[in-house]
């Protein structure tokens, strides 16, 4: 195994900020929950392939995924360093670091718990997780050859805070990829139902908002990202989403014969797990999408 210059590439930890509070004990909290969605703990939706995946086995799903941006973000061989900006307990780090033994990974997450839970999970791969804010790391310019966003940019409304801090952190020619839902329209234009499982959406899974792919697409070049590339991967994504009545069904039944009081943010999760397939099933207003960008 290589010994990795991690704590150099990464200063000091860096304290979270007032705003991101909901965001943080809403991950403290519930991310045991995932467990049950992810034995693997992807904390995200999966891609389904013909040939390669089984629809009816999440993880392969899930794991699926995570090849899909390794591939994009051009480090699925290679090697080189990976930042995970709001990695979760590092699955897809995990993922990444034991199919290339070549790559180094840091993750960042807002969320102490998941730092903790997920560096022991990674104590014997080429990885580390840090309790940073993705807007502002502590990460060197230039110094990682590749960025991936799973899932995580939504939380802070695709704001192009987090873009530049991206494009910041990686070296020139490093892609960033983001897997995450978007709008297809503008928050204002969506149908009084779709306004409703939006806000809903927002609430209970602690989103500012979702961008529109459009001014999305934008605010990536206008940081200064190149090649910008949209593929909308929807129906990929459709068969794992389609899993979240199961998934949802299937915990309530777990606490219900454990006897176990649901916590808030547990409710919470199983919530906005819903509104998600809801909004998913509004194809025209929300859509999945994979974006690769390179500085
Ligand atoms: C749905 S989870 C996805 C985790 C992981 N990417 C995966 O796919 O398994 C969202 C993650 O984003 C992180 N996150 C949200 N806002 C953040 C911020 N401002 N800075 C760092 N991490 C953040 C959360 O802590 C959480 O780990």
């Not at 991310?31 to 993880?59: A, L």
């Not at 070296?171 to 928050?187: E, H, N, Q």
């Not at 990536?220 to 590339?229: D, E, N, Q, T």
Request: with cysteine; glycine share 8%.
């Amino acid at each position: 195994m290589h010994t990795i210059p991690l704590q150099q590439t990464a200063k000091t930890v860096s304290n979270t900020s007032k705003p991101v509070t909901d965001i943080i004990e809403f991950y403290n909290e519930a991310t045991t929950d995932y467990q049950f969605w992810s034995k693997s703990y992807n904390m995200h939706f999966g891609f389904f392939k013909w040939f390669t995946t089984n629809p009816f086995k999440r993880d392969t799903m899930l794991n699926e995924m995570n090849r899909q941006v390794l591939k994009r973000v051009g480090l699925l061989k290679e090697r080189g360093l990976l930042a995970d900006l709001g990695c979760g307990v590092g699955g897809t780090m995990r993922y990444a670091l034991t199919n290339n033994k070549k790559l180094t990974s840091i993750g960042i997450t807002l969320s102490k718990f998941q730092m903790e839970q997920g560096n022991r999970f990674l104590k014997h791969l080429n990885g580390v997780i840090l309790c940073e804010n993705y807007d502002h790391t502590s990460l060197a310019n230039s110094s990682c050859d590749g960025a991936i966003a799973m899932e995580s940019f939504c939380h802070g409304g695709h704001h192009r805070n987090s873009f530049a801090e991206a494009y910041r952190i990686l070296k020139p020619c490093g892609r960033l990829v983001i897997g995450d839902a978007f709008l297809k329209t503008t928050p204002e234009a969506l149908c009084p139902g779709g306004k409703y499982f939006y806000k809903n959406l927002c609430t209970h899974w602690n989103l500012s908002r979702l961008g529109s792919i459009a001014e999305v697409t934008e605010e990536l070049k206008k940081v200064g990202f190149s090649k910008v590339k949209v593929e909308h991967i929807s129906f990929n994504v459709a068969p794992s989403v389609l899993h979240v009545p199961f998934a949802i069904f299937g915990f309530a039944l777990k606490n219900l014969f454990n006897k176990e009081s649901l916590k808030k943010e547990s409710l919470h999760n199983l919530k906005g797990s819903f509104y998600a397939l809801l909004c998913g099933l509004q194809l025209k207003s929300f859509g999945y999408y994979l974006i690769t960008c390179i500085k």
